[in-house]
């Protein structure tokens, strides 16, 4: 077939199709332009989706991490520091030693001790209480010691009632309290009391009160 027989053929299918007007081709382009507009869309809301939001200054925003809670045992581990560091530390050695010297030496001079506490290492002047073994009547004397020396007793005789009282006693300084005896008073139960204080003066110890006399301070029993 030559061009011209085509050419002639091409018009006549051309003449067969039904001729469209202006609307149908504006109806086309609005088509076209709604489909771009639903794509473009689409990928924005899944760009939306997947990239992170953004604060005002263009950073991302991240959500706080809540703060950590401390646990209870590392509470309980502070009280028991607490409580280590506020308990009282015991005797050294050698505290002990000199304190046990001091025991023996009381008993060397057929004495037993009231109380081994009253004795204080720590202290400049130190004292024990003791009474005569095997005589329950025979009152109390007070021995006492500079550091590691025997000084002597408080008075040459006894006392029905004697105690160390914590009230004026210091490193150099013991106070001592005396039963003392009033009118009707039994035997053994002195019902006055009175604090006398020994002072520590270079190697020897001095009474800063008057010591009550003997007949007020012991009474044995007769019979």
Same mark, same amino acid.
């Given at each position: =077939?030559?061009?011209? *027989?085509?050419?002639?053929?091409?018009?006549?299918?051309?003449?067969?199709?039904?001729?469209?007007?202006?609307? /149908?081709?504006?109806?086309?382009?609005? #088509?076209?332009?709604?489909?771009?507009? +639903?794509?473009?869309?689409?990928?924005?809301?899944?760009?939306? =989706?997947?990239?992170?939001?953004?604060?005002? &200054?263009?950073?991302?925003?991240?959500?706080?991490?809540?703060? /950590?809670?401390?646990?209870?045992?590392?509470?309980?581990?502070?009280? &028991?520091?607490?409580?280590?560091?506020?308990?009282?530390? !015991?005797?050294?050695?050698?505290?002990?030693? *000199?304190? /046990? *010297?001091?025991?023996?030496? %009381?008993?060397?001079?057929?004495?037993?001790? @009231?109380? /081994?506490?009253? $004795?204080?290492?720590?202290?400049?002047?130190?004292?024990?209480?003791?009474?005569? %073994? !095997?005589? #329950?009547?025979?009152?109390?004397?007070?021995?006492?010691?500079?550091?590691?020396? $025997?000084? !002597?007793? &408080? *008075?040459?005789?006894?006392?029905? $009632?004697?105690? %160390?009282?914590?009230?004026?006693?210091?490193?150099?300084?013991?106070?001592?309290?005396?039963? +003392?005896?009033?009118?009707? &008073?039994?035997?053994?139960?002195?019902?006055?009391?009175?604090? +006398?204080?020994?002072? @520590?003066?270079?190697?020897?110890?001095?009474?800063?009160?008057?010591?009550?006399?003997?007949?007020?301070?012991?009474?044995?029993?007769?019979?």
């Amino acid at each position: =077939m030559d061009a011209s *027989a085509r050419r002639v053929r091409s018009e006549r299918d051309r003449r067969r199709l039904p001729e469209r007007g202006p609307w /149908a081709r504006w109806t086309r382009r609005l #088509a076209g332009l709604l489909a771009t507009a +639903v794509f473009l869309g689409v990928g924005f809301a899944s760009a939306q =989706m997947i990239l992170p939001d953004t604060g005002k &200054d263009g950073s991302a925003a991240v959500e706080a991490a809540p703060a /950590a809670t401390p646990t209870k045992a590392s509470k309980t581990k502070k009280s &028991d520091r607490k409580t280590k560091a506020g308990k009282p530390k !015991g005797l050294t050695k050698a505290q002990k030693a *000199a304190r /046990a *010297a001091a025991v023996k030496q %009381v008993r060397s001079q057929g004495f037993t001790t @009231l109380s /081994a506490a009253d $004795y204080n290492p720590k202290a400049t002047l130190r004292v024990l209480i003791g009474r005569p %073994v !095997g005589d #329950a009547g025979g009152g109390y004397q007070a021995f006492f010691f500079a550091k590691d020396a $025997y000084l !002597g007793k &408080d *008075a040459l005789s006894p006392s029905t $009632y004697l105690r %160390v009282s914590k009230k004026g006693t210091s490193k150099s300084t013991v106070t001592l309290t005396y039963g +003392v005896y009033a009118p009707g &008073d039994p035997t053994g139960e002195p019902s006055g009391r009175k604090r +006398v204080r020994f002072q @520590l003066e270079g190697q020897a110890i001095h009474a800063l009160d008057t010591i009550p006399l003997q007949t007020a301070r012991l009474q044995r029993a007769t019979g």
